[in-house]
């Protein structure tokens, strides 16, 4: 019985001292393939977080990080000019960051650079008909909130299917058509003012690098790019180079308002004076005040394209497009706008040279003093573009006559020495 016993013990303690070596096998096989997983989740969710989420800089001496999307929030924490941040997401104009010691919360985007402008969650949009219905939902049967008129300019927030959430200033106004919005071609970037006295414009983001020229001081630039401490950025006449983050400040002012309330008021004053008189003859025209500084403020917050443009008119008949009353695309832009039935002041539209003016955005076209045409000032929209049109001439839309071409086009000829403003 001791013998069989001393072996049965044997057998026992060689059985558990197995059993003990496969379960420690097994911990650390767990062990391990708990590791790799660790070890997967946080690499994909790095590769997702780079995928997905886009940089940006921001571009105020100071910003805070709110808590919530409100101006009077609870702050969070404080960032500098330069300081970089990780866009994930948006509501309304606020957009919800990310910084790289990990803080989280919304920063307003005008206090903002995106430097990958197709992943900026806000677009700037511009309205291509002359009245636009707006939907408190995504939805034609929903309530009707109210309407925008033509060139009014818009955020566009969201997207849902064909529809689009817009906001005007702060306010977000509802859901519209998106197929009745126009997206500039060219982003829009944030602008600053020079700050500083002959301020460096270099050829890189260096202050050893070359010096491309100086700008004066309270020079409006717009900004394009970030890199060690420098601003890429773009001059009203068209260069670009760096400038030190220190040298300048951004501007922060809307013309939104003042675009609506000068493009009314001149309608308006159009209008009565067609009323009054018929005859627009160039001896009574002298006699009649310019409308250009209805456009001051409206000019010293645009871009200056040039004082030499070249204006001309055109309509809608087979003289000036080519196409009769019945042709499929006849009356349609370039960029989708109708403007069959439509007339001069209701559809301010012209065809532009793409590579000189953005399809898209928005320009003001004055004048010379003295000028009869001068009854034309006003904000267009760069809708279309046409083979005849050279790189420093502007087409505007008069009309839709039917086939016979319009006394108003015929009367036009040609304008020189007109002034072009860009208003983005």
């Given at each position: 019985?001791?013998?069989?016993?001393?072996?049965?013990?044997?057998?026992?303690?060689?059985?558990?001292?197995?059993?003990?070596?496969?379960?420690?096998?097994?911990?650390?096989?767990?062990?391990?393939?708990?590791?790799?997983?660790?070890?997967?989740?946080?690499?994909?969710?790095?590769?997702?977080?780079?995928?997905?989420?886009?940089?940006?800089?921001?571009?105020?001496?100071?910003?805070?990080?709110?808590?919530?999307?409100?101006?009077?929030?609870?702050?969070?924490?404080?960032?500098?000019?330069?300081?970089?941040?990780?866009?994930?997401?948006?509501?309304?104009?606020?957009?919800?960051?990310?910084?790289?010691?990990?803080?989280?919360?919304?920063?307003?985007?005008?206090?903002?650079?995106?430097?990958?402008?197709?992943?900026?969650?806000?677009?700037?949009?511009?309205?291509?008909?002359?009245?636009?219905?707006?939907?408190?939902?995504?939805?034609?049967?929903?309530?009707?909130?109210?309407?925008?008129?033509?060139?009014?300019?818009?955020?566009?927030?969201?997207?849902?299917?064909?529809?689009?959430?817009?906001?005007?200033?702060?306010?977000?106004?509802?859901?519209?058509?998106?197929?009745?919005?126009?997206?500039?071609?060219?982003?829009?970037?944030?602008?600053a003012s020079v700050q500083t006295d002959k301020a460096k414009i270099r050829a890189e983001a260096s202050n050893n690098s070359d010096t491309i020229c100086e700008v004066e001081?309270?020079?409006?630039?717009?900004?394009?790019?970030?890199?060690?401490?420098?601003?890429?950025?773009?001059?009203?006449?068209?260069?670009?180079?760096?400038?030190?983050?220190?040298?300048?400040?951004?501007?922060?002012?809307?013309?939104?308002?003042?675009?609506?309330?000068?493009?009314?008021?001149?309608?308006?004053?159009?209008?009565?004076?067609?009323?009054?008189?018929?005859?627009?003859?160039?001896?009574?025209?002298?006699?009649?005040?310019?409308?250009?500084?209805?456009?001051?403020?409206?000019?010293?917050?645009?871009?200056?394209?040039?004082?030499?443009?070249?204006?001309?008119?055109?309509?809608?008949?087979?003289?000036?497009?080519?196409?009769?009353?019945?042709?499929?695309?006849?009356?349609?832009?370039?960029?989708?706008?109708?403007?069959?039935?439509?007339?001069?002041?209701?559809?301010?539209?012209?065809?532009?040279?793409?590579?000189?003016?953005?399809?898209?955005?928005?320009?003001?076209?004055?004048?010379?003093?003295?000028?009869?045409?001068?009854?034309?000032?006003?904000?267009?929209?760069?809708?279309?573009?046409?083979?005849?049109?050279?790189?420093?001439?502007?087409?505007?839309?008069?009309?839709?006559?039917?086939?016979?071409?319009?006394?108003?086009?015929?009367?036009?000829?040609?304008?020189?020495?007109?002034?072009?403003?860009?208003?983005?």
């Amino acid at each position: 019985m001791t013998i069989k016993s001393n072996k049965f013990s044997r057998l026992f303690k060689n059985a558990v001292r197995r059993k003990g070596e496969i379960e420690i096998v097994r911990k650390k096989s767990i062990s391990i393939v708990a590791l790799l997983a660790v070890v997967w989740i946080i690499s994909m969710g790095s590769v997702a977080f780079g995928e997905e989420n886009t940089k940006a800089v921001v571009i105020d001496r100071m910003v805070n990080i709110h808590e919530a999307p409100e101006e009077h929030s609870k702050v969070a924490t404080t960032i500098g000019v330069g300081g970089s941040v990780f866009v994930v997401g948006n509501k309304g104009r606020w957009l919800e960051v990310s910084t790289e010691n990990g803080f989280h919360g919304w920063i307003h985007t005008k206090s903002l650079l995106v430097l990958d402008y197709a992943k900026h969650p806000i677009k700037e949009g511009i309205v291509n008909m002359d009245l636009l219905y707006v939907n408190e939902l995504p939805d034609p049967n929903s309530m009707l909130k109210g309407t925008l008129g033509f060139t009014a300019r818009v955020s566009v927030i969201a997207e849902e299917g064909k529809w689009f959430q817009v906001a005007l200033g702060e306010d977000v106004i509802g859901w519209v058509l998106s197929e009745f919005i126009t997206i500039p071609e060219k982003p829009s970037y944030p602008r600053a003012s020079v700050q500083t006295d002959k301020a460096k414009i270099r050829a890189e983001a260096s202050n050893n690098s070359d010096t491309i020229c100086e700008v004066e001081k309270n020079t409006v630039i717009e900004l394009k790019d970030y890199a060690e401490d420098y601003f890429h950025v773009v001059l009203p006449d068209g260069r670009e180079g760096w400038i030190h983050q220190y040298e300048m400040k951004t501007v922060h002012e809307t013309i939104e308002e003042k675009n609506k309330l000068y493009f009314s008021q001149y309608i308006k004053q159009q209008e009565e004076k067609a009323e009054k008189k018929q005859d627009n003859s160039e001896e009574d025209s002298k006699n009649t005040p310019s409308m250009s500084e209805d456009f001051e403020d409206i000019k010293k917050m645009g871009k200056l394209l040039g004082k030499d443009f070249t204006v001309t008119a055109y309509d809608l008949s087979i003289a000036s497009c080519g196409k009769a009353l019945g042709d499929k695309y006849r009356g349609f832009t370039s960029t989708g706008i109708n403007l069959n039935g439509k007339q001069w002041g209701e559809a301010m539209v012209v065809s532009v040279n793409s590579k000189t003016i953005p399809l898209g955005s928005k320009v003001l076209i004055i004048f010379k003093e003295g000028d009869w045409r001068s009854k034309y000032n006003g904000i267009y929209l760069a809708g279309d573009t046409g083979s005849g049109i050279k790189a420093r001439s502007v087409d505007i839309y008069l009309g839709d006559g039917g086939n016979e071409q319009l006394e108003a086009v015929k009367k036009f000829g040609r304008a020189s020495n007109v002034e072009v403003y860009l208003i983005e």
